[in-house]
């Protein structure tokens, strides 16, 4: 290895490398989970409906972790306090609680709204907190998806939380 404050790799990589064993475990154990309910739970009610839910999931997962082990790492500055303060700084190390937050306030969000508007709702504000998005751009992003996958489930036939007003 060089000594070279250019070449240094930060520990985002060494947390990326975290990040994608632990989402790659977690979609391994949400398909073996999925594949379960298919497969010896087929005769209880919802049981298919639920493992593939879980499959289609863990497909979703595993897509989006293989995509973004496909990008690459990222490397420090030529020199200076940058270099080690990491390319977030210390505001960066609350960035996980907030998105833990964001999600657990999802969870809460479906008890009592419809799917639809709990995935827009928590879709809007986690990308235009942690994206460089204009609000425009926020917004529909995050209508479209929360909308496509409503439709989408709907079309598969997945029960999902309908609570209030309804699209589908």
């Given at each position: ?27 391994i ?12 739970l ?14 289609l ?15 690459p790492?990222?490397?420090a ?24 937050g ?10 009592y ?27 529909v992003?995050a ?17 999902m ?8």
């Amino acid at each position: 290895m060089t000594s070279d404050p250019a070449l240094k790799i930060l520990p985002s990589s060494r947390s990326k490398t975290i990040e994608l064993v632990l989402l790659g475990l977690v979609a391994i154990v949400v398909f073996a989970e999925g594949y379960r309910f298919v497969t010896t739970l087929s005769g209880s009610i919802g049981a298919a409906e639920a493992g593939t839910y879980l499959l289609l999931l863990a497909g979703l997962l595993a897509a989006l972790t293989s995509a973004y082990a496909l990008q690459p790492a990222r490397r420090a500055p030529a020199a200076g306090p940058e270099a080690e303060a990491g390319d977030e700084g210390r505001a960066g190390r609350h960035k996980p609680w907030i998105g833990l937050g964001l999600f657990f306030g999802y969870v809460v969000l479906l008890g009592y709204v419809d799917y639809a508007i709990a995935t827009f709702a928590f879709l809007a504000a986690y990308l235009k907190y942690f994206g460089q998005y204009r609000t425009v751009t926020v917004l529909v992003v995050a209508a479209a998806v929360a909308l496509g996958s409503a439709y989408l489930w709907q079309v598969l036939g997945v029960a999902m939380p309908r609570n209030g007003f309804s699209f589908f």
